[in-house]
Each structure stands twice: as structure tokens, then as C-alpha cells.
């Protein structure tokens, strides 16, 4: 059960690279126990991330919407709530650290190692999703314990946080709940439930943050 308990010079190099990844798993239908398949390019990035993935009962697969928040991978519905779940993987692959590794770094360089890259893309992530209403440094994570985010997702660290939806994200949803996963030299993992409105979110959350069919859908292996 889950425990309840900006960016500035060269970093950004490191940032755009990481957002151009945006480029073979198994998903377990917890309704009826049948195997069904992901789409080709979420099954790669489950796969890459070493990452797995289990549909959350009484949910739909819903399209992906193109949008300027935040790029995202898979999408599901909850066919009782009005709330959607969006899912984002990105791989940790070894051409970001020969990138990082084989730069010369100039005084003040600020380009981050891979593995800490997730702090600040968060940050980054979170505020495009507001679509400007807040900024990266008014962005609040509320990290996990360590024995939380091990024994629930198998990552060594991850994070929580909330804030407001612009347009451009959805058009639906002007509210959401944010939970961030990472795992050394694998994966970085972001997972977004859309709420209709904050007053919605806080009505709601409860019945998702202590749902394990919710919450530990996507772990690593």
C-alpha cells in the first residue's frame, strides 16, 4: 500500500535530448485474466524501461491526445469515475551518459548525470502540464519513503504532486495528481490521473492512492 506519508544553462542540452527519446511488454487484464496487447510503441518502452504493466480492473483504453503539456505514452478511463490516467516512460539509455560523459564542461556547467535528470524534468514536466498557471519552482514534490517506493514500484526513488491543467494538456480535465518513479541507469516513469477540478481531485484521490490496482499498475520488473 502506498505510504502517505529552473533549469538553467547547459542542463536544458540534456533536457531536449532526453524529451526526443519520445519515441516487448505483456499487460495482464485484471478483469478477466486474458493477455492483451499494448500498443507497439508502449510494449518497446515497457520492454527498454524494464518496466511492467498491469491494467488497473474497470478501466478503457482511451486515445492518446496530442497536446503541448506533455508528451505521454498510453491512456486508460475509469469506467465508474470521471478520471484518466495517462502513463509516461522514458528510458534511461546509454547515449545520454556518452553525452554526458564525453561533453567538456565550462565554468558553471549545469548539465545534469542521467540519473538525476527526473528531478528536474518533473519540475519542468509539471509546469508545462499547468500550462504556465505555475511555474517550475512553484512545482511541490512530496517524495516517497524509500521503503515505499522499493517495495511498490521496485524503483530507488519517486515523488508526488498536484497542480492545475491548462488547455492545451486537456481540454476535460482542469485538475491532477502526479506520481514520478525512477530507477537507476533504467527509467524514469510518470503517471498522471486527470480530475474534472481540484474539488473533484480531493473527493476522489483516496479512492486511488489507496488502491494498489492504481498505484502499482506500472513497476519496475
Given at each position: 500500500m502506498l505510504n502517505r506519508k529552473f533549469m538553467s544553462g547547459n542542463s536544458i542540452l540534456l533536457l531536449l535530448l532526453f524529451l526526443a527519446t519520445g519515441v516487448k511488454a505483456q499487460i495482464a487484464n485484471s478483469e478477466n485474466?486474458?493477455?492483451?496487447?499494448?500498443?507497439?510503441?508502449?510494449?518497446?518502452?515497457?520492454?527498454e524501461s524494464k518496466m511492467v504493466f498491469t491494467r488497473p480492473k474497470n478501466t478503457s483504453e482511451v486515445p492518446i491526445v496530442e497536446n503541448a503539456g506533455m508528451h505521454y505514452?498510453?491512456?486508460l478511463k475509469l469506467n465508474d469515475k470521471n478520471i484518466e490516467i495517462r502513463y509516461s516512460v522514458w528510458p534511461i539509455y546509454k547515449w545520454m551518459f556518452d553525452?554526458?560523459?564525453?561533453?567538456?564542461?565550462s565554468p558553471g556547467d549545469t548539465i545534469l548525470e542521467p540519473n538525476k535528470l527526473h528531478k528536474q524534468f518533473?519540475?519542468?514536466a509539471f509546469s508545462k502540464i499547468s500550462g504556465g498557471k505555475i511555474s517550475p519552482n512553484q512545482v511541490k514534490l512530496q517524495p516517497f519513503t524509500t521503503p515505499t517506493v522499493k517495495s511498490d514500484f521496485r524503483a530507488d526513488e519517486g515523488a508526488m504532486s498536484m497542480g492545475p491543467i491548462?488547455?492545451?494538456?486537456s481540454s476535460e480535465y482542469s485538475y491532477g495528481l502526479y506520481m514520478m518513479i525512477h530507477k537507476d541507469n533504467t527509467a524514469d516513469a510518470y503517471i498522471l490521473y486527470l480530475f474534472k477540478s481540484e474539488d473533484a481531485m480531493f473527493e476522489e484521490y483516496k479512492s486511488i492512492t489507496g488502491n494498489d490496482n492504481f498505484t502499482t499498475a506500472l513497476k519496475f520488473n
Open positions: 485474466g486474458s493477455a492483451n496487447t499494448l500498443p507497439e510503441k508502449f510494449q518497446k518502452k515497457l520492454s505514452d498510453y491512456a553525452t554526458y560523459n564525453n561533453r567538456q564542461p518533473a519540475l519542468f491548462g488547455g492545451a494538456f
